[in-house]
């Protein structure tokens, strides 16, 4: 019997099991998907906003700026990958200018710091790409960017390094009430007893909550399409590029990730399943719209489109609480944007006040907030790279040579917490495969690896779960 479950491994689930295992409680994540980071917090546009976008008042407001400030402490504890590269919206008319001012006193009704409207000149000066049409921008000094899926990754980690459990591909289904808290019965027949738990489901958060016989949280779903530029367009724009809100809709970014490559997107589409895949509107939208807001942009460079689903509630904000009709649920749902920047400062709120209603919090002694540092191969100097290929010759075999990944830290990624078992999840924790070819050289090699480092047969790797294998037998 776990003291608390969290029912998906998205970024709010990890944070929050993350912040669980500060205190002396059992706790576990269950997840649907082969790895953790497989919905929203997968696919988006790894923005930490400022908080000058969300209206004073709401839950959106209160923990994007609380997030924001909270975002460079995690990144730093958990060694993931962060920039304060600050962001611009930017006005092409005098309408927009007008709508800057509103967006600058909104923000500062919601307590974010520095903002600024500055001139076109100013503006040509950071960033010189931008469309000489501009007439000026918000300035917001505390936007920043971070990796999602890397976030994702390092909470659920560390919290495993903290003691707490993880079980991958468990969809829960069903439950039954117990006499002190709740069965959780997954599709494949699988169970897991908890005291409490935390429906942070995403885009199902809804379908997760009438399982256990809440039917009020309503969840719907919008899709966004995006294009990924690769690195040889680092520097082509250095801050997060936003179009001034306007009766003609929000427009696209155009913003650098911080591996240094240029995203653009996302579209917004209504959807009413989790197809995620992307369509040729979609992608030409994307390319219209980037293109009034930049000049010249090196579309030469695209290397692959993605997309995912924002899963937003009918309440237009997030739904934080327990459950008004089952007692030991507390549903985290409706998570939109900006949900990933908000995931921080909504796990502290989540342990620290509703769990805190139902649980003594004593302090876990053994815990740290540290992760193990990744030192990626390419980044050691010389010296360094020759005393680890002493100690261990996997780290003097490249396998994707776009990225530079080798065999070590291939076979560390499988072995560390929580352990990469596809090919997308190696990819995810170390870019391996996310460079020019796209996995067009790496992939059979990491297929091999996978294979001889789970013991399993080359037919029963998989690309990302849900069926999606690779090999299935000779051909010869
Ligand atoms: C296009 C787009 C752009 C965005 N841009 C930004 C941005 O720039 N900045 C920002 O702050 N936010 C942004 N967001 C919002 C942010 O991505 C989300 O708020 C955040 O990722 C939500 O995290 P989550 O954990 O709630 O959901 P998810 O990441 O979707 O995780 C939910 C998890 O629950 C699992 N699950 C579902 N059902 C079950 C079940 N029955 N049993 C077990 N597991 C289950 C799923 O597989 C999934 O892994 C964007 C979102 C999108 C889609």
Request: a neutral charge; aromatic letters at 6%.
């Amino acid at each position: 019997m776990f003291d608390v479950v969290v029912i998906g491994g998205g970024v709010v689930g990890a944070c929050i099991l993350r912040t669980l295992t500060r205190y002396d409680l059992k706790v576990c994540l269950v997840e649907k998907q082969a790895d953790v980071s497989m919905g929203a917090s997968r696919a988006n546009s790894g923005v930490v906003h400022a908080g000058y976008d969300a209206m004073p008042g709401t839950l959106k407001a209160k923990f994007n700026v609380e997030g924001n400030r909270l975002m460079p402490v995690w990144a730093k504890e958990l060694n993931v990958k962060y920039k304060n590269n600050g962001s611009l919206v930017v006005a092409f008319c005098d309408e927009d200018l007008e709508t800057l001012h509103d967006l600058k006193a909104r923000g500062e009704k919601n307590g974010v710091p520095g903002l600024e409207i500055i001139s076109k000149e100013r503006l040509f000066e950071l960033e010189p790409n931008i469309c000489k049409t501009a007439v000026g921008a918000l300035y917001a000094p505390t936007g920043g960017i971070v990796c999602p899926y890397g976030l994702t990754v390092a909470a659920i980690g560390n919290a495993m390094d903290n003691g707490a459990g993880l079980l991958t591909n468990f969809e829960v289904a069903s439950v039954d009430r117990t006499a002190d808290g709740f069965t959780l019965i997954s599709t494949n027949g699988q169970t897991v007893q908890a005291r409490l738990v935390i429906n942070a489901a995403g885009y199902n958060a809804g379908r997760v909550a009438s399982a256990f016989g809440d039917d009020t949280v309503k969840i719907g779903g919008r899709k966004g399409e995006y294009i990924l530029l690769d690195r040889e367009s680092e520097g082509f724009v250095t801050r997060t590029l936003f179009c001034t809100p306007s009766k003609k809709g929000k427009g696209v970014l155009v913003l650098p990730t911080v591996d240094g490559n240029i995203l653009l997107g996302p579209t917004a589409t209504e959807v009413s399943d989790e197809d995620t895949t992307t369509t040729k509107d979609g992608l030409e939208e994307i390319i219209t719209k980037a293109k009034t807001v930049c000049d010249n942009i090196p579309l030469y460079n695209a290397i692959t489109s993605f997309s995912g689903i924002r899963a937003y509630s009918d309440r237009h904000d997030f739904i934080i609480e327990e459950s008004a009709f089952i007692k030991g649920l507390i549903n985290v749902a409706g998570i939109e944007s900006p949900g990933l920047t908000s995931a921080p400062a909504i796990a502290e709120y989540v342990v620290n006040q509703l769990i805190a209603r139902h649980f003594e919090l004593k302090e876990n002694k053994n815990y740290s907030p540290y992760r193990e540092k990744d030192s990626f191969f390419m980044g050691l100097c010389d010296e360094d790279k020759n005393t680890l290929i002493k100690k261990n010759p996997q780290f003097g075999r490249i396998v994707c040579r776009c990225e530079q990944i080798t065999e070590g830290e291939i076979v560390r990624a499988i072995h560390q917490n929580p352990p990469a078992t596809t090919v997308d999840g190696v990819k995810r924790r170390l870019r391996a495969g996310m460079g020019r070819c796209q996995g067009g050289f790496c992939q059979p090699y990491i297929t091999q690896i996978l294979a001889r480092e789970l013991n399993k047969d080359l037919t029963e790797i998989e690309k990302s779960g849900l069926k999606s294998n690779l090999i299935v037998g000779d051909t010869k």
